[in-house]
Every structure is written in C-alpha cells, then in structure tokens.
C-alpha cells in the first residue's frame, strides 16, 4: 500500500561525464581480439546509457552513508554473525548471500519507512512494503558526435607483485565530456516533506559529483556533474482538469543553485 497521491515533482536535466565511465554489460562470448569489458548499450541503437537504477543504487547507497553516523557506534552494523534480531541495527537487510554479504538499511514496518528520510524516498520491503516516491529514469545520450567518438578503448595492466610479470586488458570507456539526458519524479505523498525530499535528491547530485558511478572509481573512473534544466510541479489539477504545471526551477543551474531556488518555491 503506498501513500495518496498529491502530485508529482520532475527533474529534468544532463549529466556530463568528467573523467572515463564504465558501466558495465555483461558479454555471452568474447571474439578473438574483443573486449571483455564492454559497457552496457542501448540494444535499438548501440549507444551507451546510465541505467536508472544505476543512479538510484548509488544515490541510496550515499544517503545511507550519510545518515548511519545518526546510530549509536554499536548499532551502526552491519549485526554480529549469528545475531537474529537484525532490525535494531541500521545496516540490517543482507542482499548478498552468507558468503559475500551485502548489507543495507532498510525499515521492516510501514509505519518505520514512512518516517525514514531514506526509505520514503527509495523503498523498503519487509513485513510492510513501503513503495519508493521516486522514479529514475534511464539516462540516454544526448551528444551529436558520431558513436565512435563517444566510446574510447582504454588499456590497463595489472603487475604481478612476485614476478612483475603484465597482464594487459582493454576497458570500453564513455569518453569524457559526453552528455546524457536524465529524468527523475517524485510523487508528492505527503505536503509537509516535499521540500525536504526534494533538497535531499538535489544534495545526493551534489554528493555524487564528489563520489563516482559506475565501476574502477578508486582509479579515476566515474566522475560526473549535473545540470538541472527543469523543475516542475504537476498537480491533480494538471492530469484531470488540464490545468497548467508549476515551474520551480528553470535555466540550467548547478545542484546548489537549484537548491536555492527549490527552498524559496516549494
């Protein structure tokens, strides 16, 4: 069961790769002289693309980062092996398997996800499901350049430490520079937390600009920047009654100078 529905909130905007992106697609065959790290395409067209729950994975990822210090240090988790009373730690869910854990915070309850700031906007699933208030679109290129010049092949070399012997292999990149479209909606389901949902998706821009998306970020990989175009607020009145939406941001603004103009409109 999910909240009503007031209206929804679109984010519209670009995101410029900065340094080389890799996501990546899994190959059933790899050719003699091919590349066993593709990146994931768009199977119509071959052009690269940024997953929606790319965004949303690391997005979550960072706000559970930022809120876990909100735990007492004992609490934080992921729980002790064997513990069976999860719920209390903030990492709590394992997504992973026994042998290679994934643990992430989610609330079991309807009641608990709704007062999360993390669970309201991304989801939860346990004893209640608590559907997530935002959608994230797959984000499509947007560059005029021909394909080949969107994609670079990079070649790295892992050495072995005893006989420093090389082990070259090509990774496809998205080059820097290259521009996708993304769109992000919200449902507004509650009035009184719609500016701080909204300030906290735009803060996660800002926090994953400093961060990377994708794979091999720890070597340079990854690097992004958002431009947001639009903000606007489509009531009930726009679905049913024709009415008009409501700009609220407009211009291709920074996450911050967005923000701004998010806190005096909304």
């Known amino acids: 069961m999910g909240e009503t529905i007031f209206g929804k909130v679109i984010i519209k905007g670009k995101i410029i790769v900065k340094t080389g992106l890799h996501i990546g697609a899994q190959t059933e065959a790899i050719e003699i002289g091919g ?19 790319s965004l949303k994975g690391k997005m979550r990822s960072l706000f559970e980062k930022s809120k876990i210090l909100e735990y007492s240090p004992e609490l934080r988790g992921p729980p002790p092996k064997g513990e069976k009373d999860t719920s209390k730690y903030f990492l709590n869910r394992n997504i992973g398997t026994s042998k290679n854990p994934i643990w992430i915070h989610v609330h079991e309850t309807y009641d608990g996800a709704k007062a999360c700031e993390i669970c309201r906007l991304f989801g939860s ?39 420093s012997a090389a082990n070259p292999r090509p990774m496809e990149r998205v080059v820097p520079g290259t521009e996708f479209e993304f769109e992000i909606v919200y449902n507004v389901e509650n009035e009184e ?16 600009e400093d961060d990377y998306i994708g794979g091999s970020g720890s070597r340079g990989y990854g690097k992004v920047e958002f431009r947001i175009n639009s903000i606007v607020e489509r009531g009930l009145d726009y679905y049913f009654n024709n009415a008009d939406e409501k700009p609220i941001v407009s211009g291709e603004l920074r996450p911050e100078e967005a923000e701004k103009e998010v806190i005096g409109k909304l």
């Open 193 to 208: 937390e719609k500016k701080e949902d909204i300030k906290n998706l735009i803060n996660l821009m800002k926090m994953l």
């Open 125 to 163: 699933s346990g004893d209640s499901n608590y559907p997530a208030r935002v959608i994230f679109r797959d984000a499509y290129l947007n560059d005029k350049r021909n394909l080949e010049d969107v994609i670079e092949i990079k070649y790295e070399t892992a050495i072995d430490r005893i006989t």
């Open 35 to 53: 590349i066993d790290n593709p990146v994931l395409k768009d199977p119509n067209t071959g052009e690269p693309y940024i997953p929606g729950s």
